[in-house]
Structure formats: structure tokens, C-alpha cells
T-cell receptor, first 114, second 115 residues
Framework: AQSVAQPEDQVNVAEGNPLTVKCTYSVSGNPYLFWYVQYPNRGLQFLLKYITGDNLVKGSYGFEAEFNKSQTSFHLKKPSALVSDSALYFCAVRDSGGYNKLIFGAGTRLAVHP | DTEVTQTPKHLVMGMTNKKSLKCEQHMGHRAMYWYKQKAKKPPELMFVYSYEKLSINESVPSRFSPECPNSSLLNLHLHALQPEDSALYLC??????????????FGNGTRLTVT
């Protein structure tokens, strides 16, 4: 069975500081990994994905994520946080073998303080 | 701005009403999805259409009835809903088959309140 965990309900960061939002996953095959962001009263917005290749993936709005197979992690990072990055972030995983639906983590609320 | 358009943005309906949610995408995507999202929770998959055919029904109660009139449109017909069905209903699309590498593109949702 596939699963994804976001261990932090909320992450607080000062503006200008680096941010990390954590994600770990469990799949039986190779993972397809995604990060989405949701602003209040909006749908989810795709940020970036890892399918294969380089472990460091760059996405929208200066975000990046590092795939670590040995630690089964896919943490989202940004070198310098903006107040406008404050939102709800979801990690999602799909097992590449056969049909498997996309599984979302519980979400992490990022609060960036001025 | 999202490329998946959902109408209406807000809907209030009584438990005896019949209403429909609409979703449209013009990206040429061949898979379309309905999700239900409660406050501060992740989206829960309801239905998946692949190439205009219903491919996944996640054991959703029959008071929710999906329809895919063509490759660009997706409807969700609502009848005899319960107050616990109040939620944000999200439509999404992806480029090809649901088990592909393609990310989902979400609309901004319909905020449904059942009274």
C-alpha cells in the first residue's frame, strides 16, 4: 500500500530565512512525487514533481525539492521565504507500478512572518 | 488564473434540492476528476473519468452523480444531500491516463453548503 506523511501541521519561518516542509512516503514500486500549494478559498496549485532523473527538482516560485530514496523523503525547500508563501502545502505520491491513485499527505500550513 | 473553470463558486442548497456543479477545461486533457475537500484536510477522490468514460468511483453515495458530456466538460449532479456533504468540491484534470506521470490541474472549487 502507498502512503505519504507530512509530520508537521505547521511550520513558522521568518521572512528571508530558508524554509523546509517535510514529506516522507511509502510505495512498493518507484514513486511519482508531487508538491501542491493551496491558498485560502482556492484550488490546489501544482508546484513541482519528481518522476526520475536528478534528485533535486526545481519548480514554480523559487521552490525546489530533494528526492532521497534511502530516506524515502521528498522535502520541499526555498532559500528565502516570502510572506506571500504563507499557504497550505500538500505532498502527494503515486506508485508507478500499475494503476494507483494519487495519495495526498495531511498538509502542512506554512506561516511566514515579516 | 486557473485553466480549470468551476461554476458556481458558491452554492447553498436544501436537502431536497437538485443542483449541478460544472467544470470545464480547454487544455486537451483526457482525464478529469472530482474531489471533495473538508476544511484543513487533503482532497478526497470521488470520481475519475478517463477518455470520457467513468473509470473510478470511490464508493461515493448515489446522491452524487457524475457526468462527462465531452472531453472538456465534467458535471456533478447533486440530489438529496446531507448537511455533512457541505465541503469544497474540486474539479481537476490531467494530460492523460490517471496513473500517468502528469500532474493534476485543479479548479478553484465550488463551496457547497447543505442546509
Amino acid at each position: 500500500a502507498q502512503s505519504v506523511a507530512q509530520p508537521e501541521d505547521q511550520v513558522n519561518v521568518a521572512e528571508g530565512n530558508p524554509l523546509t516542509v517535510k514529506c516522507t512516503y511509502s510505495v512498493s514500486g518507484n514513486p511519482y512525487l508531487f508538491w501542491y500549494v493551496q491558498y485560502p478559498n482556492r484550488g490546489l496549485q501544482f508546484l513541482l514533481k519528481y518522476i526520475t532523473g536528478d534528485n533535486l527538482v526545481k519548480g514554480s516560485y523559487g521552490f525546489e525539492a530533494e528526492f532521497n530514496k534511502s530516506q524515502t523523503s521528498f522535502h520541499l525547500k526555498k532559500p528565502s521565504a516570502l510572506v506571500s508563501d504563507s499557504a497550505l502545502y500538500f505532498c502527494a505520491v503515486r506508485d508507478s507500478g500499475g494503476y494507483n491513485k494519487l495519495i495526498f499527505g495531511a498538509g502542512t500550513r506554512l506561516a511566514v512572518h515579516p | 488564473d486557473t485553466e480549470v473553470t468551476q461554476t458556481p463558486k458558491h452554492l447553498v442548497m436544501g436537502m431536497t434540492n437538485k443542483k449541478s456543479l460544472k467544470c470545464e477545461q480547454h487544455m486537451g486533457h483526457r482525464a478529469m476528476y472530482w474531489y471533495k475537500q473538508k476544511a484543513k484536510k487533503p482532497p478526497e477522490l470521488m470520481f475519475v473519468y478517463s477518455y470520457e468514460k467513468l473509470s473510478i468511483n470511490e464508493s461515493v453515495p448515489s446522491r452524487f452523480s457524475p457526468e462527462c458530456p465531452n472531453s472538456s466538460l465534467l458535471n456533478l449532479h447533486l440530489h438529496a444531500l446531507q448537511p455533512e456533504d457541505s465541503a469544497l468540491y474540486l474539479c481537476a484534470s490531467s494530460q492523460d491516463a490517471p496513473n500517468s506521470r502528469s500532474p493534476l490541474h485543479f479548479g478553484n472549487g465550488t463551496r457547497l453548503t447543505v442546509t
